[in-house]
């Protein structure tokens, strides 16, 4: 059975032209009710406090003063400077009313504290490994059951899918495919506040799939500019702008509006639901699960879906609690107060003089900006975010409330307003990490990583959302195939997350921005921007497949040939920044990407023959032509 959004891999991805994006006010505000519950629910033992506290007085205005009380301790107890702190200060309500469950979701200070605590661990453990140390082993959460059959009498799906941020997208198009479909969330399925930053024209294969609606994707397309800027200050400065990265998709109203046509078609969604284990027998799956209200619960599946994100404790097993190879460390904020006028385009990247702001650990900082929900009602709300690449087992990384410290005094500089003049309404940071083998070919029968778990997205841009929009045909052509034919063996499933020579691209770009010659200052923007504009100078065709995380033979070679021609002295400090191991590694994904290229090519020809082949045969060719195309950028289309 290969159903119709298999069909839809081969559609184009052009973007209508002209759609409206405006602000759903209903909309929105029908969210934010049903949303608010669990969000208190949520947060620190300070902001409980401080709710009880307002619902014994019973005013608005005690319990706007108490929250924001309640999120100065939470500050307090993060150590974050006073500037920081009295910066963040009117964050204080967020604290209560946008935490949902995904990657960013906890848009609050007690938000900055978890976080600065995740990086400890992943700082911690990869200076124990750097040293030579054993690590813990990983909890065991996939096991071999003890008989070959899964018992039975609980509820049984097709498929159950761990993690409902985007896992709500794969569980709809799955469902769209013909299969019963259940998702498990620890927390409820909702998307964060914060805007996810893309190309319009990404959602697509998200309507080509009926995930959701034309309509609905116009809701969530809540901001649109012309383009962004690309810049870099200092001795080898550029500046050129794009139509890249030029939309804010709301999370909310996307991820709800996918939840409404999943559950009214049948879909299961347990909510409050902890997966604890996953017991894997020759017929099934068997999950293991702990519910706030029901205690302990079982779930039969023919296959789960891990889609937990970087934390997922799968992936902590599939890796063998191995710390990540790369962290991106971002922080910034949502806030209003900024000039309305200033306040109409957005930075894809920006650096100001080389390495300003990043004291503590000499790392090139960079910026990011964009007006949110199209600036908001007097056009004034705006996100910044400051962000660093380091490679987590050097020393003196710095915490994310240090690079917070750094993000509050070089803002003003950097959107000439003072700290005074804004409001901020969400603080926003995170530790995003990534390993050099991905993505991630599954270890276990029956399980499989989707989303930020199978490690997709970009190690440079962190774009998770625009990445799993990009893989979505794919997936589920080839989960749906794999279901259909009963292929739900390590073997079968590994094939579905296989080697990508452009994302492995990627990681050798990350090596040398993370770890650049410290005697030359302004290498990372010297090579960034070098490279960036020389896709700028060969033309949209080039330059924004680049900008969008996707490296094909055709945008690379012209512009490493572009950069290197009118740069050759960077040819030097960058093998130095690489060493001749990571210069080793990008040449043979260079010529892999080369081979996928050539191979890609041959796929009409090759596709008549696979299809007459028996059907594990017949899925290991379909799984290597998506490979190809995918891996060489040849899925991309503007
Ligand atoms: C500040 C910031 C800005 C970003 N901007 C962009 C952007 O502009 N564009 C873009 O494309 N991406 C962006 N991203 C990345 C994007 O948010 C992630 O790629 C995306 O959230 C990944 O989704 P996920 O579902 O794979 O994982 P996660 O978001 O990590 O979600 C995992 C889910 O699994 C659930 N879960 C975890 N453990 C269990 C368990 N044991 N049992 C049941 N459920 C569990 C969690 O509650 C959660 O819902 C940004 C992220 C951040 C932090």
Known sequence: MLAPSCRASAVSLQAPAGRGRGLHVQNRERLSQRSASPAVASSSIWVATAFGLSTLVGTRRRWRRSCRLAAVKTAE????????????????????????????????????????????????????????????????????????????????????????????????????????????????????????????????????????????????????????????????????????????????????????????????????????????????????????????????????????????????????????????LVVGTMASGFPAEANKGGDYLYACTPKKGSKKSGHQAFWEAFPSENGGKDGTERTTYYFTYVLPGLDNLPSITNVFEEYVEALPEYQDVRLEQLEVRRALCASFVAYKDSPLPTPFDRV??????????????????????????????????????DLLKATDLSQINPYLPNLSMQWTMYRSIAQPPEDEPEFVTRMMGGILSASARCGDEVMMPILQDVFSLGSLAPTLASWMSRDPGIIPLFVRSMGVSNVTAALSHLASLTLYTGLSKLEPLLRPYADTLPAAERFQWHRRFEAWKYGSGLDYEH
């Open 77 to 328: 107890r993060t150590a974050l400077p006073p500037k920081v702190l009295s910066f963040l200060q009117s964050a204080g309500e967020s604290a209560t009313s946008t935490a949902a469950p995904g990657k960013g979701g906890n848009a609050s200070l007690e938000g900055i504290r978890r976080a600065d605590m995740v990086w400890q661990r992943i700082k911690e453990r990869s200076a124990r490994k750097a040293q030579g140390e054993d690590l813990d082993p990983p909890k065991q959460v996939v096991r071999r059951g003890e008989t070959k059959s899964s018992p039975t009498g609980m509820q049984s799906f097709d498929v159950v899918v761990c993690g409902g941020t985007l896992g709500i997208l794969v569980a709809r198009a799955l469902q769209n495919e013909g299969y019963s479909v259940c998702i498990v969330e620890r927390g409820v399925v909702r998307g964060r506040d914060q805007e996810w930053n893309v190309n319009a024209q990404e959602l697509e294969p998200l309507i080509q799939q009926e995930i959701i609606s034309r309509e609905e994707a116009d809701q969530a397309l809540q901001s649109s500019w012309p383009s962004s800027r690309v810049g870099m200050e200092g001795t080898h400065a550029v500046e050129f702008h794009a139509g890249a990265l030029n939309a804010g998709v709301s999370p909310k109203v996307l991820v709800d509006a996918a939840r409404r046509r999943f559950e009214a078609a049948g879909g299961v969604i347990m909510e409050q639901t902890m997966l604890d284990a996953i017991d894997i027998f020759d017929d099934g799956a068997l999950l293991q699960l702990s519910q706030q209200a029901e205690g302990k619960v079982q779930l039969r599946a023919r296959l789960v879906l891990d889609a937990m994100g970087a934390g997922s404790p799968i992936v902590a097993q599939a890796r063998n609690g191995a710390p990540p190879d790369a962290a991106c």
């Open 448 to 485: 499989l990583q989707v989303g930020d778990a199978a490690g997709i997205q970009s190690p440079l841009s962190f774009g998770g959302f625009g990445a799993l929009c990009r893989h979505l045909p794919r997936l589920s052509c080839a989960i749906s195939e794999a279901l259909t034919h």
